[in-house]
């Protein structure tokens, strides 16, 4: 019995923070340190719901927002209520608006699932399976993930894990995949992680919907979360568009491109929302 209970103290833990969720559709720094609610532009549906505030709420907290296909993986709805751009979209977490060929940046809080040198985490072994990105064909949800409605746009590759991989290589950002989160060991259950994937350019313009698929290992059924964006041909339609709801026209920058970084410590510290590189 005993012997159970320590069995029990060490996998729960594990398995109920076995979950992550998209928190902001267009971010405004890639492969950035800490999450600022302030450079969010876009919310996934439902994102205001006081059970969740995923603006305002502590980042990483609103584990009630994950989405996972248990049960009936290949029938489950994708997503906790069916699209109603009216209701699950707010002044305070309105929907994101993107451009053809834009770079969108994409947030998800970390939750124990990076693989880390021994002493971080829960060390080496966690692992990465797949990340993709798709839009949906029409204006309706798709019944479940093996839907012909929906399309791939995007895999986002899959973090390097396992015991077998140096130091080196755990720590070196950014990578691909799930676990581009660079100050987890800062962390491990709520820092920021980071994706991009690309608009295509032979996506019609129109309100769509997007879907992000996580899986972290086979063993555990796939993560999904849902958002709706008005897509524009141009920059300028989307400027345009971003201004008359009060939002900034800035396109993304990279941390990295940004900043001099030296054995993880920024040399030369840039504040962008004073620079070029964001002004439109």
């Known amino acids: 019995m005993k012997l159970l209970a320590l069995f029990l103290a060490a996998v729960l833990p594990a398995l109920s923070a076995a979950h992550s969720w998209i928190v902001c559709t267009d971010y405004l720094e890639n492969n950035g340190w800490y999450w600022d609610q302030a450079k969010c532009r876009g919310w996934p549906r439902d994102a205001g719901n006081p059970r969740f505030d995923l603006r305002y709420g502590a980042f990483g907290t609103q584990n009630g927002y994950t989405w996972r296909l248990d049960g009936h993986p290949w029938s489950k709805a994708l997503c906790r209520g069916p699209r109603n751009d009216g209701r699950w979209y707010t002044d305070q977490t309105p929907m994101a608006a993107y451009y053809l060929g834009q770079k969108v940046v994409i947030t998800h809080p970390a ?64 990578k691909v995949g799930f676990q581009n989160v660079p100050k987890y060991c800062e962390d491990p259950e709520d820092s920021m992680g980071t994706y991009n994937f690309t608009v295509p350019t032979d996506l019609q313009p129109g309100r769509r919907t997007f879907l992000w698929k996580w899986i972290r290992d086979p063993a555990v059924m796939p993560f999904t979360t849902i958002w709706e964006a008005d897509v524009f041909a141009t920059k300028a339609e989307r400027d345009a568009h971003y ?31 004073g620079n070029d590189i964001i002004s439109g």
């Not at 002493?119 to 839009?135: H, R």
């Open 111 to 174: 939750n124990n699932h990076v693989a880390a040198p021994r002493g971080c985490g829960w060390g080496p072994s966690s692992p990465d399976t797949e990340n993709l990105m798709f839009v949906v064909d029409g204006d309706e949800d798709p019944c479940c993930i093996d839907s012909d409605k929906l399309i791939q746009i995007m895999d986002m590759g899959v973090s390097p894990y396992g015991h077998d991989q140096p130091d080196e290589v755990l720590t070196t950002y950014p």
């Open 243 to 273: 201004l008359a709801t009060g939002r900034t026209t800035a396109d993304m920058w990279d941390f990295y491109q940004i900043h001099n970084i030296v054995d993880g410590v920024i040399m030369d510290g840039v504040d962008p929302s």
